[in-house]
């Protein structure tokens, strides 16, 4: 299964393919996982994915929750220069902090991530992200339907891709209230749709790599009864739609797994068997160095790229 992607990405990287301008006929997607902490271990993997010089092999770039910012960063070509975002206090313990809900204010500010951290202290390429060829597809949550929802075409300018990156990591309660795009609102994408593989499926993806933040031993479970309650009370006044479909949690994940592992052109890089273990608010800079040296070692393995191959492009 992954010998037919490893084959597509070699062929296009030996004739410096680009978006527009194949000689194919395929269409191979690039679908990264976030999780909130657990993306340190996507981030690492884009890390080689530049490194390699791969990124305009892929026709398009799917991103779910963290995953979307991770996929920001590779497609404005700042993936290695800004990794170490994940271990700096300067990003980590003003973006996630515990003790705000104490005063009922966003664990996870993704407000001032966006618009605070990557503008003024990292800047991100927001506008090398507009002009890139390759496709970026931020995955959200309706708020109203409990539907994954593509934020491609609402992308228009640079804040119309803030708003996006916002949306598609605003996890329930711990980000605050859904972010609203012309109208309807949003909440964090893996509440429907974890890695994105059902909008790339349906968009007519041939070849896919799914970046992966949980080991292939880790499964997902279903709702605590503790997070039904306090989640439900949330869903009912913020996300009607989003209730129904975040009860079905483990079996929507346990159906995106069966698609990738059937699909006949798929390669899932995922963090090796006996990795750390990452929570969602995880903030340890030496947990999360860690991991993004694993995501980094693990993409570099699966790809495989041989020797004298590497930036082709």
């Known amino acids: 299964?992954?010998?037919?992607?490893?084959?597509?990405i070699r062929d296009r990287a030996q004739h410096h393919s680009t978006p527009g301008l194949r000689?194919?006929?395929a269409r191979l997607v690039l679908l990264i996982e976030g999780g909130s902490s657990r993306?340190?271990?996507?981030?690492?993997?884009t890390v080689a994915i530049e490194r390699l010089g791969l990124l305009p092999v892929f026709d398009a770039v799917y991103g779910s929750s963290a995953g979307s910012l991770n996929a920001a960063w590779l497609l404005c070509g700042r993936a290695e220069s800004t990794k170490h975002a994940w271990w700096d206090p300067r990003v980590m313990r003003t973006t996630i902090n515990p003790l705000r809900a104490l005063i009922r204010q966003p664990v996870v500010d993704t407000k001032h991530l966006v618009h605070?951290?990557?503008?003024q202290i990292m800047p991100m390429g927001f506008q090398d992200i507009l002009d890139n060829p390759v496709e970026f597809h931020p995955i959200a949550t309706d708020a109203l339907t409990g539907e994954p929802a593509d934020l491609h075409a609402t992308i228009h300018d640079v804040p119309s891709l803030q708003a996006a990156l916002r949306a598609s990591t605003a996890m329930p309660l711990l980000a605050g209230k859904p972010v609203v795009i012309d109208g309807r609102p949003y909440v964090d994408a893996g509440l429907s749709e974890s890695f994105g593989v059902r909008t790339a499926l349906a968009q007519k993806a041939t070849h896919i790599v799914a970046l992966r933040t949980r080991r292939s031993d880790e499964m997902p479970s279903a709702p605590s009864r503790g997070e039904r309650i306090v989640l439900s009370r949330w869903f009912a006044r913020h996300a009607p739609g989003v209730a129904q479909t975040w009860l079905r949690h483990k079996e929507l994940r346990v159906e995106e797994e069966h698609l990738l592992a059937s699909h006949p052109a798929c390669l899932?890089?995922?963090p090796p068997l006996g990795s750390l273990r990452v929570g969602r608010t995880e903030r340890r800079p030496?947990?999360?160095?860690?991991?993004?040296?694993?995501?980094?070692?693990?993409a570099a393995t699966a790809l495989a790229i041989p020797r004298g191959a590497e930036r082709l492009l």
């Open 116 to 119: 605070t951290v990557y503008t």
């Open 1 to 8: 299964m992954s010998d037919a992607v490893l084959q597509l």
């Open 286 to 298: 030496e947990v999360l160095r860690a991991v993004v040296d694993i995501g980094i070692e693990a």
């Open 39 to 45: 993306g340190a271990y996507s981030s690492g993997m």
């Open 23 to 25: 000689t194919d006929d």
């Open 268 to 270: 899932q890089i995922r």
